[in-house]
């Protein structure tokens, strides 16, 4: 996105709150691949999006240090939970405690380990599911959520456009493929409705419809 048009919608948009602007200021500092959080604007988006379905139960497929996790759990309704699930244990702590600062650490059931193999355990239909993890993997995701997320329910994929590498003729390499793969398995499916949104670097949402 072109910068000034970025700093355009930001100022346009409602502020970033102190606890997710230091969260995302430390991941900058502390770890690799820091653009791997959601940031203010899609943040915005999808807690706007939580808000609007108010969840009673939200899944999340790749916590990272937990920005997009805060902004889906203040759209739960009262009681709803968030499971999120991260593969990268070390992330843990440092999550755990920004879902502390932003009170809503007692909404959060934070797991560690291969999505692939916690989903199909857990006894839970969810309203919205957010996959943001292995982008190899996002088929593997689909495949093992689709059947918990209740008819009416949303899916939200990230990094669909994979910085535009969906429109080379030849990709390479295996993430690549695997958003492409994942796009392209999406448009064939019957019993759901979908819409990408060129938000940062590509949002699905998807509808199932029964």
Known sequence: MDRQLEKFLQDHSSPEDPVLEDLYRQTHIMFVNPNMSCGHLQGRLLEMISKMIQPENILEIGTFTGYSSICLARGLKPGGKLTTIELNDELRDFARSYFIRA????????????????????????????????????????????????????????????????????????RSKGILEFNEMISRQTNIENVILPIRDGLMLIRKVY
Do not use: H
């Open 103 to 174: 009170n809503i650490d007692s909404k959060i059931n934070q797991l560690t380990g291969r999505a692939q193999d916690i989903v199909p355990g857990l006894d839970l239909k969810f309203d919205l599911v957010y996959i943001d993890g292995e982008k190899r993997e996002y088929t593997e995701y689909y495949n093992i959520i689709i059947r918990k997320v209740r008819p009416e329910g949303f899916i939200i994929a990230d990094n669909v456009l994979w910085d535009g590498k969906v429109l080379e003729k030849e990709l390479k390499d295996p």
